[in-house]
């Protein structure tokens, strides 16, 4: 406001016989005399009329003028100021902002362009007992529905929808998230849904299509017998009959997992299942299909490059882990799909 005050006395207003200022260090308006000949001789001989005619009312009308012009420059200047710093920030924000890899707007683009948001339903299997005592999961052929525990998930599952949360954040889409037992059928036709944990405890999987080549399964009989593994539909040359991680009465060091991407109930919207035999393979397939490299390595060998061609599809993944961590994970297979 200062340099806008400056620029009227040096043009419009250099004949104006009191000046307006604003000293450096105070926000105070002060008045004095310009200090010109030009302006000094009006001055006083206006203050000497004025002197003289005391019974004539001072009229107001340059004190307004004067004081709408501070304001009007006050005005303009804040306004400008607003605007300069909010194109700043913008500008802050989008330098800040992370690109998005194209593997991610190739991959995820059928959960983009829908006109509702996708849903991820996480497993949360149904338990009896009590936490204090122990608990196991829920057997209906045994087990009472009086008193079932379905309010538990696994920490692969919880790590796994903060992973989505962050790769749907970078393409700017919401996502809905809702446990498994919540999960509707009117779910399944409306939107597009991201199912994550295994049909063994993400029961809403074995109501809709699921899949057709890597089927979990547990086995009836053998040594194995109770545990769960990975049926391999059409297994290819080199290829066993079930992948099988390590047995449930050890700590776990491997496990496999299924990425799939199946038809809804909708033909227009799409199921995307990522899926372990335990927590850490649930955990695995997420994080398998929100890294940059693995999402590359996966889209190439289903010889997708662009958005609108990636096509249902079938992958399994081998993984090793290390003190409940997932630490190495491997494309093992890949199957696409009819429908």
């Known amino acids: 406001m200062r340099v806008k005050l400056a620029e009227y006395y040096s043009h419009e207003g250099r004949e104006d016989p009191i000046v307006v200022e604003i000293p450096k260090g105070s926000y105070a308006l002060t008045f004095h005399i310009l200090p010109s000949k030009a302006g000094i001789e009006p001055a006083l001989n206006q203050l000497t009329k004025a002197s003289e005619r005391k019974e004539e009312p001072h009229s107001p009308?340059?004190?307004?003028?004067?004081t709408v012009l501070v304001l009007s420059i006050l005005l303009a200047v804040t306004l400008s100021t607003?605007?300069?710093?909010?194109?700043?920030?913008?500008?802050?924000q989008s330098a800040s902002s992370p690109p998005v890899p194209g593997a991610y707007q190739i991959f995820w683009n059928p959960f983009l362009i829908g006109p509702q948001q996708p849903w991820v339903i996480f497993s949360n299997g149904s338990f009896v007992g009590r936490p204090e005592t122990g608990?196991?999961?829920f057997n209906p052929?045994?087990?009472?529905r009086t008193f079932i525990l379905d309010h538990y998930t696994g920490v692969g599952e919880v790590l796994a929808i903060h992973q989505?949360?962050?790769?749907?954040?970078?393409?700017?889409?919401?996502?809905?998230v809702k446990r498994g037992a919540l999960f509707s059928?009117?779910?399944?036709?409306?939107?597009?849904l991201i199912f994550?944990?295994?049909?063994?405890?993400n029961l809403t999987l074995l109501d809709i299509p699921g899949t057709q080549e890597f089927i979990f399964q547990r086995l009836d009989s053998g040594p194995r017998k109770g545990d769960l593994g990975v049926l391999n539909v059409h297994p290819l040359t080199g290829e066993p009959k079930i992948f099988l991680a390590t047995p449930a009465n050890q700590p776990t060091t491997e496990d496999y997992a299924v990425v799939s991407l199946v038809p809804g109930l909708d033909p227009s919207r799409s199921i995307l299942i990522l899926a372990g035999n335990s927590t850490f393979g649930t955990q695995a397939a997420v994080e398998y299909v929100c890294r940059e490299t693995s999402l590359k390595e996966l889209l190439q060998r289903l010889k997708v490059s662009k958005a609108g061609e990636l096509k249902p599809f079938e992958a399994l993944l081998h993984v090793r882990i290390a003190h409940g961590v997932p630490v190495m994970t491997d494309l093992v297979s890949v199957r696409s799909r009819s429908n």
């Open 61 to 66: 009308f340059r004190g307004w003028a004067i």
């Open 82 to 92: 607003a605007a300069i710093l909010l194109l700043q920030k913008g500008r802050a």
């Open 135 to 137: 608990m196991r999961y």
């Open 141 to 144: 052929k045994s087990d009472s």
């Open 164 to 176: 989505l949360d962050h790769v749907f954040s970078l393409l700017n889409r919401p996502v809905g």
């Open 185 to 192: 059928l009117d779910d399944a036709r409306n939107s597009d």
């Open 196 to 201: 994550v944990g295994s049909p063994s405890e």
